[in-house]
């Protein structure tokens, strides 16, 4: 009797051992089951676990490059050298390198004596002005009717014209210290100028420091403005004649090639240097990207010269097995079942993502393929 119960648990134990074992298979996708030739079928468990997918056949546009490397510049126009067009002293200079800065800021204050000559001489003029002003339109009025004599009228006329001229070049000569002669009196001269930002953008570099000496002839500081930040490139003289004006460039930096940049030819060289090289500039597509870029940044870039558009698929829809090339199509779906033609297919042109493909036969149209994990799945 105790034989017998033993022989019923055993049997009872083992029954559940390979019932448990054969729920853990069906959630396997090593193992994939094959009806017949080139079928393959695997269940919508499997498919989740092995984290595949779908995708259909799609006409991509293939490229060939040109592959060169070059920097990242700004054009003339987004460079500007701050110097003053009179020497002084800098008595307030507090700015650093990278600083963001707004057209129109005050950058430094520079002091010279001469300003205040130049001011006292200013107001001297524009108070004989008055005066030889009303002199001048007097003897205008005397020597149209025979009064006053030519004589007179000829010299009010000159020390008019010539102190007009004076006052006028002062005015200018105040402006670029940026001195303002509007409401300029005794009580509002002064020895100090302040120079201000010609240009919105990041101070590049500076050269001198507060209690510097500025000569007229001495760059301060430079200012650089990347709204329009453009690249360089350099193509050898053999690749030259394939490239056209819009052409498009895809550009990155050597330590980050996941990060692409997109732009177009906006200007070739006409001259080749003395590397046999053509020079070559490059827009950005979107020039907010430019926030991202520092002039004088090293790139690497591949310029799109030709283009075809062909049939193709993800470049992991496509599994080599023993030198031969096979995509999976799928044939029909049930209770939960995948099933999928393993079908030969020849391979064409490709880049990063996509792959030509050249099936033997024709598929129909809205033939689904598996384009992610097929090759757990082909030995």
Not at 94 to 108: E, H, R, S, W
Not at 186 to 210: D, F, H
Request: glycine share 6%; aromatic share 8%; charged share 25%.
């Amino acid at each position: 009797m105790k034989n017998q119960i033993y022989i019923v648990l055993l049997s009872a134990v083992m029954t559940w051992m390979f019932s448990a074992c054969g729920a853990e298979k069906d959630q396997s996708i090593v193992i994939p089951e094959e009806k017949e030739l080139n079928e393959i079928i695997i269940s919508k468990a499997q498919f989740e676990k092995g984290q595949m997918a779908l995708d259909s056949l799609t006409v991509h546009t293939f490229s060939d490059f040109i592959l060169t490397n070059g920097m990242v510049n700004i054009p003339a126009e987004g460079r500007f050298d701050v110097s003053s067009y009179f020497g002084g002293n800098i008595v307030r200079f507090d700015l650093l390198i990278g600083q963001k800065i707004q057209k129109g800021q005050v950058l430094f204050t520079i002091e010279n004596p001469e300003f205040v000559q130049m001011q006292q001489d200013y107001l001297d003029a524009m108070s004989q002005l008055t005066y030889l002003k009303s002199d001048y339109e007097r003897q205008k009025t005397l020597n149209a009717e025979n009064i006053s004599s030519q004589k007179n009228f000829a010299k009010a006329e000159s020390d008019y014209k010539s102190t007009l001229a004076k006052t006028e070049s002062l005015r200018k000569m105040l402006q670029l210290v940026n001195i303002s002669s509007t409401q300029l009196d005794a009580s509002k001269i002064t020895s100090k100028a302040n120079i201000y930002a010609p240009i919105s953008g990041y101070i590049e570099s500076i050269k001198v420091n507060q209690g510097t000496y500025l000569n007229p002839s001495d760059i301060a500081l430079t200012i650089i403005n990347k709204d329009h930040l453009h690249i360089e490139l350099n193509v050898f003289e053999q690749d030259a004649i394939a490239l056209e004006i819009g052409q498009e460039v895809t550009f990155y930096l050597p330590d980050n090639k996941s990060r692409e940049f997109k732009g177009k030819i906006f200007l070739i060289g006409q001259s080749i240097n003395e590397k046999r090289m053509l020079n070559i500039h490059v827009h950005l597509d979107n020039e907010k990207e430019g926030d991202l870029l520092v002039p004088g940044m090293f790139i690497e870039a591949k310029i799109a010269v030709k283009s075809s558009k062909n049939t193709a698929l993800p470049i992991a829809a496509v599994i080599n097995s023993d030198e031969v090339n096979y995509v999976l199509a799928m044939t029909q779906t049930e209770n939960d079942l995948y099933y999928f033609k393993k079908t030969k297919v020849e391979i064409g042109l490709q880049d990063d993502q996509m792959v030509e493909v050249k099936p033997e036969i024709s598929f129909k149209p809205g033939t689904i393929f598996l384009s992610k994990g097929g090759f757990q799945l082909i030995k």
